[in-house]
């Protein structure tokens, strides 16, 4: 009778452990998952992302882009850090989804400056930023991945 | 201050006298006794001995003391010892149930003219309630009006051996004196080494002895009475006086069947020619009867003749009141062994003395059916009419279809005193023949289950063919079912390889039907269902966490098997209730890799991760496969029906995209932008996850490794048809 009592009991509990060891779903918050795309997850080998400049426009039109333009790369890190291909330092955040704010050191002008940009879009491989000039234009910059 | 010093004085005093002879202070009040005493005194009320107690002096014993005993309780007394019950406070020695202590040893000489004195007292539930050891000496022994009754000891109720053995003339003798003592339902004897002696005069009188069941074998022997000892022709100076006593309802029992087998009164051996047994109430008035229940020459010429004539037509009213008499209700004579069928109308009950039946209980037990052990007691009404010592009973509580074997027991009697007076019992030797019988049956069945299951054994191990043994059982009994919970863990290219619990386990619930090929070979069908899911950040390898991919498929399997069993299958003893087996199977299995992206559950195979819809050359993957297993079980089985176990099986899977990650080049990030994929921002995302830079390698790097999983878990299994 004991006996029995145990094997129930034994297998009970493992029927109740397996059920709970199950593997639960986490899901990632939409503006986490958007600092993910932008700057990596931390993990190994996804510490940084850089973007490099792909295409420009203002007001809808394509602007003609020079071969340094180009070249340009916009480097951010998981932990917040910044800097681009023209050696400027900075630091980035993204408080409000859609919303990457930056704050910038210009090496050459010696000059730090904070700048706003809306994503318009985000993937694993592109990168849509749009902002409004200081003449009233609006500029949309695209980027592609290049790690 | 001379006062002072006398107080001092007075104090130092006492206290030496307390500690030099450690007295009875100690033990006054005391609940457990333990240890060595040279005085005890036990006073009223409950006391514990639940170890060896040993009294060099005297032992007092007062009246209203309870003293305890468990097992291995003894309490050995080497001087005098005085027990001074009354009849309205007795003294109680009692064993403590389930853990039944021994009783009380009178051992060693103790010259000092001491007594051993016992009166009023109850000895109960005791293994050997008075031991008088080889070798013991007191001036005299009178144990007067006390009660043994129930001592569950199967050795001795009082167990007198010799003194200390003297070839000189020793003028001195113990009288040895039992008298007015009830000795009922006891499992053993009053045994004396020697009755007949040149030290001790026994003198036995006015006592009871009834119900008393003497445990022996089949065989009636000398020892296998109420009352037996030996009477030698030599060194015997004094004849035992045994008279006035009354022998009724005592028994044989068969200790290996538990039936009783034969009336038990008095035995004895030795060289005497005969020994005085006269003037006792020997259960019956028949000579020929009462003969059945002495162990004497009638039986064996190398033992005396007892001679019990006259012997009295009833007991003598001084004696422990007891109903020594049974009859039906007309008056006719019933027999003790009779075996009840049909219900009673009454009967008609006589005793020694007064008998006070205003609180008794008249109860039926008996048998609910023909054949098992089910056994139910009712209480019974009844009328009674006294007539003097004769009591009629009627019974108006109506029996009839409920009748089956039983016996009828009147209990919760009491003498004009208030004292315990025995149940009485009728029809409780049929019974317990008839409860031999049922056991008798069960046992030979229970043989022919172990001798038929070990037949199917054909312990042959040598031969393949014993291995898988044709059985006979019907095509229906071979089935059994079994439904199985536990967890699935998946162990495939997006897994942590160097431990298995790192992975996730989700839950898997499933369902089996086995079916016996032969006695130790069985074919299965299995559907499973769970889920399997993973992610590369388990893993200890830093490429995988580099990769960052992770996905959740459910799944759905149809499993064919054969199993082999280590144990015949369709054998049920209760030495092999545990039972492992081994099997090999096929897997049929759907699956669906998915995977979160930006809060979004996506199907991966339509997205061509792997570039199955960017690269023309390319297909998209099956989300069907087959694949095999191997399995293993440990099955312990409740009943021939019913078993309950522990399951283990590892699964490889033809197709290497249960996870989604196929042994594919990363696509380019352009032919996915140029493909028809509807969703092309996941298939990007899950195509590389970590957007890392991985030219020329392949998305099942670094290892490359195939898919498989494992499931663990519990199952409960059932045979559908018995």
Known sequence: MKSKFIIYSLFFLIAISAILSCAKTDTIPALQFQKQLLAGTGKYQNTLHSWQLDSTKINGANVLLTNTQKNFKKTFLFDGAYFDSDNNLGKWEITTINKLKQTIIYQSLNRQDSVVYDIVSINAAQLNLSIKLSNGQTAIYSFKISN | ?722
């Open chain 2, 1 to 722: 201050m001379t006062r002072y010093l006398k107080s001092i004085k007075n104090i130092t005093i006492t206290m030496a006298i307390m500690v030099l002879a450690n007295i009875t202070i100690d033990a006054i009040g005391q609940d457990t006794l333990a240890g060595d005493y040279n005085l005890l005194v036990i006073k009223s009320g409950l006391h514990v001995i639940k170890e060896t107690v040993t009294v060099k002096g005297k032992l007092e014993i007062q009246a209203g003391a309870k003293i305890e005993f468990m097992d291995p309780g003894i309490l050995i007394c080497e001087g005098e010892l005085k027990m001074a019950g009354t009849q309205n406070d007795n003294i109680e020695i009692y064993g403590k149930p389930m853990s039944e202590g021994i009783g009380i040893v009178i051992r060693g000489v103790d010259n000092n003219a001491s007594i051993v004195d016992i009166k009023y007292s109850i000895f109960k539930g005791l293994q050997l309630p008075l031991l008088f050891d080889f070798g013991w000496k007191r001036s005299s022994v009178s144990i007067a009006n006390n009660y043994f009754i129930k001592n569950i000891g199967k050795t001795s109720v009082i167990q007198v051996l010799n003194p200390p053995f003297n070839l000189n003339i020793d003028s001195t003798k113990i009288d040895f004196k039992i008298e007015h003592n009830l000795f009922s339902d006891n499992n053993a004897a009053v045994y004396f080494e020697d009755l007949k002696s040149d030290h001790v005069q026994v003198l036995i009188t006015g006592n009871t002895f009834y119900g008393n069941r003497i445990y022996g074998f089949k065989n009636y022997n000398i020892s296998t009475n109420v009352l037996y000892g030996r009477s030698d022709e030599v060194y015997a100076k004094f004849n035992p006086f045994i008279e006035n006593n009354s022998f009724s309802f005592n028994y044989l029992v068969d200790n290996i069947t538990d039936t009783i087998v034969h009336i038990s009164n008095f035995g004895v051996y030795g060289s005497s020619k005969v020994v005085g047994f006269k003037h006792n109430y020997l259960g019956s008035e028949i000579k020929s009867q009462i003969q059945k229940g002495i162990y004497d020459q009638a039986i064996n010429y190398n033992v005396p003749k007892v001679d019990f004539e006259p012997f009295l037509n009833q007991p003598d009213a001084l004696n422990p009141a007891h109903v020594y008499l049974i009859r039906k209700i007309d008056n006719s004579i019933l027999a003790d062994t009779l075996f009840i069928k049909e219900p009673w109308k009454g009967f008609i009950l006589k005793s020694n003395s007064e008998v006070d039946f205003s609180k008794a209980v008249l109860k039926y037990s008996f048998f609910k059916d023909d054949s098992s052990f089910k056994k139910s007691d009712t209480v019974l009404k009844y009328d009674i009419q006294p007539n003097g010592l004769e009591t009629k009973f009627t019974i108006t509580s109506n029996l009839v279809g409920l009748i089956k074997a039983g016996f009828y027991t009147l209990s919760k009697l009491m003498d004009k005193n208030g004292a315990y007076v025995p149940d009485v019992k009728l029809g409780y030797i049929a019974y317990s023949n008839e409860l031999r019988r049922r056991n008798l049956i069960t046992e030979a069945l229970k043989v022919q289950n172990v001798m038929d299951s070990v037949k199917k054994q054909i312990p042959q191990k040598d031969s393949i063919k014993t291995a898988f043994q044709k059985i006979e059982t019907p095509f229906k009994k071979r089935f059994e079912i079994e439904v199985k919970t536990g967890g699935a863990i998946f162990l495939g290219t997006i897994s942590n390889k160097s431990s298995i619990f790192g992975n996730d386990m989700n839950m898997l619930l499933g369902v089996n039907v086995n079916y016996s090929l032969f006695s130790n070979l069985s074919a299965g069908l299995s559907i499973e269902s769970f889920k399997l899911s993973n992610s590369d950040n388990k893993s200890n390898n830093n490429e995988q966490i580099a990769r960052g991919m992770s996905f959740s498929t459910s799944m759905l399997s149809i499993s064919p098997s054969i199993n082999y069993d280590f144990t015949d299958i369709n054998l049920f003893t209760k030495v092999k209730k545990i039972k492992p087996t081994v099997g090999v199977g096929l897997d049929i299995v759907s699956f669906n890799p998915t995977a979160m992206y930006n809060g979004t559950v996506y199907n991966l195979q339509p997205l061509g991760t792997g570039g199955q819809y960017a690269d023309s050359t390319k297909k998209p993957y099956s989300t069907l496969t087959f694949g095999y297993f191997l399995n293993f079980k440990i099955k312990y089985q409740l009943n021939i029906s019913n078993s309950v176990g522990v399951h283990m099986s590892y699964h490889v899977s033809m197709s290497n995209y249960l996870d989604d990650v196929g042994p594919d080049p990363y696509p380019s990030i352009a032919s996915l932008l140029k493909s028809k994929i509807a969703n092309k921002d996941a298939a990007i995302y899950f195509s590389n996850p970590t957007a890392r830079n991985v030219l020329g390698q392949y998305r099942n790097s670094p290892d490359g490794a195939g898919d498989s999983y494992l499931n663990i878990g519990v199952f409960y299994s059932r045979k559908i048809f018995k």
